[in-house]
Structure formats: structure tokens, C-alpha cells
């Protein structure tokens, strides 16, 4: 856990989430990646050793491949620097932070045939992006904040899936 964590190193965890959009495209969505990111408090080496970054999980029978996974130094700042799936011996300052970003599980089936109504409910959770549920799913989706008041524009929709699948 995150607390147990803490206590037993000198760091401190920033954010523990569900990765957004990390799961592969399908008419059964692929299961979603996580995202911890840890600021260092003191001095450290940090190693790792994982796989899935270069070649993630593959989608099957039509559904698309899940997010590969990451291990990013200073995210979203001048500094960012992304490392390799596997180091050893990588030095992190006192202040920095570290994202650890596993990988996302492939989808099932062609994404043109999830239900838009699931859709919805995922973009809702935040599983999936408006511009993802447009993009990977033909899924046009009204509406904004609260994530409530968002309904599926069923003829954008349709407009939508019919020049996909032209």
C-alpha cells in the first residue's frame, strides 16, 4: 500500500490512478495500466526491471494494443527525462519525482462494436478520453463537466462509424 510504503521509505507518493486511455481499443475494452508518481525526499539509486514497454500487450481478434508502460523523471517538466523498461543504478535527487507507469492489457473484438452506451460510462470514469472515445471508438460524446451531463450524440455517432467502416 502507499501508506506502508511511506513509512518504511523516505518518499512520498503524489498521485496513485487508473493510466487514462491505456487500455487497448475493443468491443471489450483491455484492461487499464496504473500510474504511481513518487517524489524522493532524500538521495537515492533507483533500478528496475520490467517488460511490456517496447512491444505491449497485443489486442486480439480486432481490438488494438494496450498502452506500453513508462518510467518517467521529472514528468511534464523542462528536465523530464523517460528511462528505459530496464536500468540499474540511476541516481534521483532529493525533490525529484519518478512516474511509474505500467502497462495497459489489450482489447477484445473491433472497437467499432463497443456499445456507445459503455463508451459513455468509460469517459464518465475517466477510462477513456473524449478524444479517445471519438478516435479509437467512433463515439462522439456530448456535452462536458459535470461528467454527468454528458450523453452520447447518437447521429454524430453514426456518421461517425459509417466513414470508419467505409
Known amino acids: 500500500s502507499v501508506e506502508t510504503t511511506e513509512l518504511m521509505y523516505d518518499i512520498q507518493c503524489e498521485r496513485f490512478r487508473l493510466r487514462p486511455d491505456s487500455g ?12 504511481k508518481d513518487i517524489r524522493f525526499l ?8 520490467t517488460d511490456r514497454w517496447v512491444f505491449p500487450p497485443g489486442g486480439i481478434r480486432g481490438g488494438s494494443s494496450g498502452a ?3 518510467y518517467v ?8 527525462v523517460r528511462l528505459p523498461s530496464k536500468f540499474g543504478e540511476y541516481p534521483v535527487h532529493a525533490g525529484q519525482v519518478m512516474s511509474f507507469r505500467t502497462v495497459g492489457g489489450g482489447g477484445y473484438g473491433p472497437p467499432m462494436e463497443r456499445d456507445p452506451g459503455l463508451v459513455l460510462d468509460d469517459v464518465r470514469s475517466g ?20 461528467r454527468s451531463d454528458m450523453t452520447v450524440d447518437q447521429a454524430g455517432t453514426d456518421r461517425l ?6
Do not use: F, H, M, N
Open 24 to 35: 487497448g481499443a475493443g468491443r471489450y475494452r483491455g484492461g487499464l495500466g496504473i500510474e
Open 68 to 70: 506500453p508502460g513508462a
Open 161 to 166: 462509424r459509417a466513414g470508419v467502416q467505409s
Open 127 to 146: 477510462k477513456v478520453s473524449i478524444e479517445a472515445a471519438r478516435r479509437d471508438y467512433g463515439v462522439v460524446v456530448a456535452g462536458s463537466a459535470p
Open 73 to 80: 523523471l521529472q514528468p511534464d517538466q523542462p528536465d523530464e
Open 42 to 49: 532524500v538521495d537515492c539509486i533507483v533500478s528496475a526491471r
